[in-house]
């Protein structure tokens, strides 16, 4: 499959992630719902808030898509008020199944992250879309 035939794949479905950080820090894993509409993408996040943490850290997506280029804000909705949003800035490889890239909070650093999703379960959402149409 080339770069064209996957940008004109939707990106709705959930990806497993992960964001790496600029030093020595342990990366963490998400959980990341996407809803790719022509007005653009967006969707939610969960994340443990620490690796031996159970409580999960929530975040909402908003964002675009521009052929294999794929940028949104991240903004958390109960990590308390002095968590700012975090710019997102990847790419979809070939067969539309991984965004990769950096993050950065503005002002402050920035790291690298990876979006994976199974292309089964693209197949089982472009069926149910079909499904509905």
Do not use: C
Request: no cysteine; charged share 20%; net charge positive.
């Amino acid at each position: 499959m080339t770069v064209r035939d996957a940008t004109a794949q939707n990106l709705t479905g959930v990806w497993n992630g992960r964001y790496f950080y600029p030093r020595e820090l342990a990366p963490v894993s998400f959980v990341a719902t996407l809803f790719e509409t022509a007005s653009g993408l967006t969707g939610t996040t969960h994340e443990r808030v620490g690796p031996a943490s159970s409580a999960l850290r929530y975040a909402t997506l908003e964002g675009r898509r521009n052929g294999n280029a794929v940028v949104f804000v991240k903004t958390y909705t109960n990590a308390g008020s002095h968590v700012q949003p975090i710019d997102y800035s990847g790419r979809l490889n070939g067969d539309a199944t991984e965004i990769e890239g950096t993050w950065r909070i503005r002002g402050n650093w920035s790291g690298r992250f990876l979006m994976i999703r199974s292309p089964g379960k693209i197949a089982s959402v472009e069926r149910k879309v079909a499904a509905r149409v």
